[in-house]
């Protein structure tokens, strides 16, 4: 199975800060039709998840601009600008170009 | 809108069987796969599998193969999840989600205590 490693486990950002998560595969997320399954999800306390990003960098409905994705391959990067009170919770990346659907362990964001 | 809305929390002993429901709004049933995520007290998030709700065809990831069974009730735009046998270690809360890429849209989660 594919093994995503997030980093930090955890993350103290003040408010207006900036934060960046990092997510590794163990092998290459591109597909065999050049796409890459990648995505970004952030769950908040007592919530079900919500997609962030999809397919390394395009921002899901509704979405702030302040989120952001990048990479390639296997190295994948969140960054979340001018952080505000309701980004705190924990992020998770998400691949699904192999199966099974694997998750990463998941980045606690918190308030400094 | 676009909802799933999933049944409510449950109480149940060990050996005993559970069916948690996810209901499916705002869109055409057919056109999205739904897929099962658990996620135990605590802890991550973990992919159980995906039911094809055009053809009913279910595929779970290894770890629950056996007592799990994907199901849907289509003409209600329903998935289901029922698990048999119930042991400790299935306390959890459980997650529908829809997709076509990503998960896009996910039901509130269904918690399942297991305890005798």
């Known amino acids: 199975d594919v093994v995503l490693t997030q980093t930090p486990v955890s993350l103290l950002i003040s408010l207006g800060g900036q934060a960046s998560i990092s997510c590794r595969s163990s092998?290459?997320?591109?597909?065999?039709?050049?796409?890459?399954?990648l995505h970004w999800y952030l769950q908040k306390p007592g919530q079900s998840p919500q997609l962030l990003i999809y397919?390394?960098?395009n921002r899901f409905s509704g979405i702030p601009d302040r989120f952001s994705g990048s990479g390639s391959g296997t190295d994948f990067t969140l960054k979340i600008s001018r952080v505000e009170p309701e980004d705190l919770g924990v992020y998770y990346c998400?691949?699904?170009?192999?199966?099974?659907?694997?998750f990463g362990a998941g980045t606690k964001l918190e308030l400094k | 809108q676009i909802q799933l809305v999933q049944s409510g929390p449950e109480l149940k002993k060990p050996g005993e069987s559970v069916k948690i429901s996810c209901k499916a709004s705002?869109?055409?049933?057919?056109?999205?796969?739904m897929h099962w995520v658990k996620q135990a007290p605590g802890k991550g998030l973990k992919w159980m599998g995906w039911?094809?709700?055009?053809?009913?065809?279910?595929t779970y990831a290894d770890d629950f193969k056996g007592r799990f069974v994907f199901s849907l009730e289509a003409s209600a735009s329903t998935a289901n999840l029922q698990i048999s046998n119930l042991k400790n270690e299935d306390t959890a809360t459980y997650f529908c989600?829809?997709?076509?890429?990503?998960?896009?849209?996910w039901g509130q989660g269904v918690m399942v205590t297991v305890s005798s």
């Open positions: 092998q290459s997320l591109v597909h065999s039709n050049g796409n890459t399954y």
């Open positions: 705002g869109y055409t049933f057919t056109d999205y796969a």
């Open positions: 397919q390394v960098s």
């Open positions: 998400l691949q699904r170009t192999h199966n099974p659907n694997t």
């Open positions: 039911i094809n709700t055009y053809t009913g065809k279910p």
């Open positions: 989600a829809r997709s076509k890429l990503a998960f896009d849209y």
